[in-house]
């Protein structure tokens, strides 16, 4: 009876463990719409001096680019000493303020930062001067996280 006993409570730990672990195991995921679209990137630097500011190129109906926000930049933006990071959504008609205080078009400001696909991350100063090579596309999601990492890590060489 006592083996019994013990066979049926194994069978119904077993999976709440497993499922336990899972959770633990699989990425932090966070709404894309908690990342900030780029509205001021002049006031951005202001608010922000000597620190490398994250630029991500989007657009809608880029499923990559919904991947790299939930999975990658909005934990990231979670973290302590992240980076300011903001979103360049090509397919909004908002205007946005540039580095020079100029109103263009989301487009125009990633086109005059050589963000030309989506995605693409782009890591800046407060001029718009890129201190880091930009990483376009998502091709080794599971070096992804490293990627962006390191290049944070590189900029803020650069800056000091």
Same mark, same amino acid.
């Given at each position: ?5 013990? $066979? *049926?409570?194994?069978?119904? +730990?077993?999976? *709440?463990? *497993? ?9 932090? %995921? ?6 900030? $679209?780029?509205?001021?990137? #002049? =006031?951005?630097?202001?608010? !922000?001096?000597?620190e490398?500011?994250?630029l991500?190129? %989007? ?6 680019? +919904? ?5 990658? &930049?909005?934990?990231? #933006? ?7 990071? $903001?979103? &360049? ?7 946005v303020?540039? /580095?020079?205080?100029?109103? $263009?078009? %989301? ?8 963000? =030309? /696909?989506?995605?693409?991350?782009? /890591? ?5 001067? !890129? ?11 599971? /070096?992804?996280?490293?990627? +962006? ?7 803020? #060489? *650069?800056?000091?």
């Amino acid at each position: 009876m006592l083996s019994t006993l013990l $066979r *049926a409570s194994k069978k119904a +730990i077993t999976p *709440a463990l *497993a499922l336990a672990g899972a959770m633990l195991l699989s990425p932090i %995921s966070v709404q894309a719409d908690e990342l900030l $679209r780029a509205e001021n990137l #002049q =006031k951005l630097a202001t608010e !922000h001096p000597n620190e490398v500011i994250v630029l991500m190129v %989007s657009a809608d109906g880029c499923s990559f680019c +919904i991947t790299v926000k939930n999975d990658f &930049l909005g934990p990231l #933006q979670k973290s302590d000493g992240a980076p300011p990071i $903001r979103i &360049l959504d090509l397919s909004s008609n908002k205007p946005v303020i540039d /580095f020079n205080g100029e109103s $263009r078009s %989301s487009t125009e400001v990633a086109n005059a930062l050589k963000g =030309k /696909f989506t995605p693409t991350i782009l /890591f800046v100063d407060g001029k718009g001067n !890129h201190l880091s090579k930009k990483i376009v596309g998502v091709n080794t999601p599971e /070096f992804y996280g490293y990627y +962006i990492d390191e290049a944070i890590k590189e900029s803020r #060489q *650069a800056l000091n």
